[in-house]
């Protein structure tokens, strides 16, 4: 559902160099060359200490969908070069309107636990198609698994508190905010204010009022009376158009009336001033008069960071409204995923396998068909393995820092694991049945409760080890020193 | 075309709260009430001195599309409050479904320079409908007023150098990605990588290729010849996948295969290292091979202000290749756009003028029905006044700082000016002939060539002045000292 936007297909969603090089694979005879590309992130998002997979279902969508319109090849038909003669003949066309996608894509579940260097998503195709997926992979999965994880982050502060995501008015786009709902929803919020997200999604959503309700009205105290006359049973108060604790008093006014006909007053909200202080006193006032059930919502460009100081200070907050620092995860408003070439066949079907050299240890790639181990002991997850499952292990494996190879650790035969990636499609063909979203929520939790306390701190987390199966750790390494051999370096 | 998202109508694209405020309004036979809504912001972007106003497109089709869909009324009826009970009552369904859009906007146009407390759109209608409309349109207008502003200040760096938008893999969701690139191209960039944004918005394409290309082949040359033999009019080589400068060095062998065949090397490009020293050398080595003419073009997490520091570094750069923080505006990722009501209008027909409180003087609304005059003299603009057009302007005119009573000027009545907000929908009809993106795009460097300089500074930019005519600062003022009686504060 989420991919069907503009009324258009959107094969086109991608760069076009995406296509120029499909064309030169195809000019080249390479078009139908098998080859592997692992999408997969750097750095932990926020300074964090984990990273939360989602977006899957968005890339499911994509390739289901995945098909050039009449329209789209009109398009790409109609592009010119420099010289203003065309870029691609028409042979081109043809081929991309026959075309079928036939790529086997291995990828993490939604609302898994994962970490640098970890492929997200395997792709595993004809070299043409593979390429022209590496834009809109990249383009879902950085976003929402950004937004998951930002969510995780605020469901750790906010512990058994209500979290609702407000952000759609300040979202990057209707996209942004619709995606972002979902993906909040996912790593740990419970409700939307986002109609659109809840229809399509099946999130429960929830909402106050604005200022302008009660601007609209001759006093503070009408208004509130009014909403609770018509919308009984979803009575939040927003108390600070005015002043925050008048309006506290008027919430509590509203109360008595809904009481005297059988409600009871839901909430009010504070949004603006010193939410520590006016969250305690409007406690003290709701309480006095007996509304000792009734929520304090607060909101006001709140974070994880910004909440975790109110609750040391003290606030008597339980439902938090989170818009923008969300919904754009605002100090960080990017994942850096990359989508790199692994391997590719030769022609005597064997596996070619591929790295992109950097000066920076760090931006070197890692080659091979990778899958993630995870094991795990009966206190947790310990450790990740990426490893090569063209090379099947055997007995005891041993595992390397992939930045300082002195640093090692072995596993017995029989150590307790679970491999990450699992199938999504095999030849084109959906065969991966998609937990519902609400088990891709559970999942996060899950997930969380099973690792070591310290990945979850903000401030300078522990960082779990994840390293390279020794035999691919070995094959990178003299891949790397073939390559510097080859391509010298200039300097 | 934009809008048509998620092949669904986007009625539901708001927050709950609008809904149940639409329900109180009409529960309270308030729904058909006049009122009037601004939408503004109160800070510009980035610590800037500028802001682009962008989105009214958008805006246009939002609104032209419009409708309850039978699906969309069925979630509505299906939502329920705290007790488990229907919000909603079937009489509220029936009205959303007849109900056809009836609002007057005006607004500023595409490309226009907009500065703090000026309402980029302002919407009069029945209250019930500029209720609804208040989410979207945030959405719209803050997300491509904020890239525009960004992209602008880009350009304000770049020159007459070609900047390319590269950012879709890293936007926040397809649209993040699709609607950036027109929200850049508006604001000053040359082209884009994003094929559906090229198709959808008349937008230029262009590209280079990715390593996976380079490391599907033996070597680095050799992926350099075959790409210039089927690309011929499309040359850009990346050259870094390996060693940058032995990168260059390639790229000037297959660049005199191209001059052989006729055609030539087009440009090379940087993407990671020291960029200021690679692109001198880069320029030695090209120029030294007669390839004088070849664009070095750069990438890699480029902002304005490392564009700025790699030229005053002396760096040969003279194409900009900018993803993530253009399209995501990574140092702040969201405009802080607000919808507030400014006056409604009471049974006699009077306006009844209405701002919302705050302790903070920036964060206390303007009422009126607000139009902005832009004053200008034989050097350019001078001066933004908002006045109320219930307050015709006869004669001299003074405007004073809302935030700095004592500052004010006052205006001839023969100074030159022009009102900025025009009419775009009356009674829900469009009456607005759209300019086209290019004139759009033409527009924000006209725009900028006529204000001082110092408004265009990254560091302390100088402060635009936008005043208050002295009638609306006045009957704000009065308002303010009325609403502290009738509401007092609680301290």
Not at 259 to 288: M, N
Request: glycine share 8%; net charge negative.
């Amino acid at each position: 559902m989420i991919n069907k936007l503009y009324d258009t297909s959107l094969s086109l969603l991608t760069d076009l160099y995406q296509l120029t090089m499909a064309y030169g694979y195809w000019k080249a005879g390479k078009a139908e060359q098998e080859a592997v590309f692992n999408l997969y992130f750097r750095k932990h998002p926020f300074q964090g200490g984990f990273t939360i997979a989602c977006g899957l279902n968005s890339v499911i969508d994509y390739i289901q969908e995945f098909r050039f319109s009449p329209e789209d090849l009109a398009y790409i038909g109609s592009l010119k070069g420099n010289d203003g003669n065309k870029l691609f003949e028409p042979g081109f066309l043809d081929y991309l309107e026959k075309m079928e996608m036939q790529c086997n894509i291995d990828a993490i579940p939604e609302g898994t636990v994962v970490f640098p260097n970890e492929p997200l998503l395997r792709v595993q195709g004809p070299i043409l198609q593979c390429q022209l997926l590496e834009t809109p992979l990249l383009n879902l999965v950085n976003f929402q698994s950004l937004i998951a994880t930002k969510a995780a982050r605020m469901r750790l502060v906010a512990k058994d508190d209500v979290l609702l995501e407000f952000g759609l008015r300040r979202a990057q786009g209707p996209d942004g905010g619709v995606t972002a709902s979902r993906a909040a929803y996912i790593g740990g919020f419970d409700a939307t204010s986002n109609l659109l997200a809840g229809k399509l999604y099946d999130i429960p959503v929830k909402g106050t009022h604005a200022h302008s309700w009660v601007m609209s009205f001759d006093t503070e105290l009408e208004s509130f009376e009014t909403y609770s006359q018509h919308l009984p049973n979803n009575v939040t108060l927003l108390v600070d158009t005015y002043d925050s604790l008048n309006g506290v008093r008027n919430a509590i006014e509203a109360g008595k009336s809904l009481r005297a006909r059988g409600y009871d007053l839901g909430g009010i909200r504070l949004d603006s001033g010193d939410l520590a202080y006016l969250s305690v006193e409007s406690r003290k006032l709701l309480d006095e008069a007996g509304f000792e059930k009734t929520n304090i919502v607060a909101s006001n460009d709140l974070d994880e960071y910004i909440m975790d100081s109110l609750k040391i200070q003290g606030a008597k907050i339980n439902v938090w409204g989170i818009g923008t620092k969300l919904v754009t995860a605002y100090d960080q408003p990017a994942l850096g995923g990359v989508y790199k070439l692994a391997a590719i066949k030769s022609a005597g079907g064997e596996w070619d396998y591929k790295l992109k050299l950097s000066e920076q240890a760090i931006k070197v790639s890692t080659p091979g068909i990778q899958q993630v181990r995870r094991f795990s002991d009966n206190k947790g997850f310990v450790s990740d393995m990426i490893f090569n499952i063209e090379n099947p292990l055997i007995g005891k494996s041993t595992m390397i820092d992939p930045y300082d190879f002195t640093k090692n650790r072995s596993f017995a035969e029989n150590t307790h694991f679970e491999d990450l990636l699992v199938p999504i499609f095999a030849n084109g063909k959906l065969i991966y049945s998609l937990p519902s979203i609400h088990e891709a929520k559970a999942r996060v939790q899950d997930q969380l409760a099973h690792f070591y306390k310290g990945i979850k701190r903000f401030v300078n987390p522990h960082t779990y080890p994840v390293g390279l199966e020794k035999h691919l750790f070995d094959m990178k390494t003299e891949l790397i020193m073939k390559l510097r051999q080859k391509e010298p370096e200039a300097l």
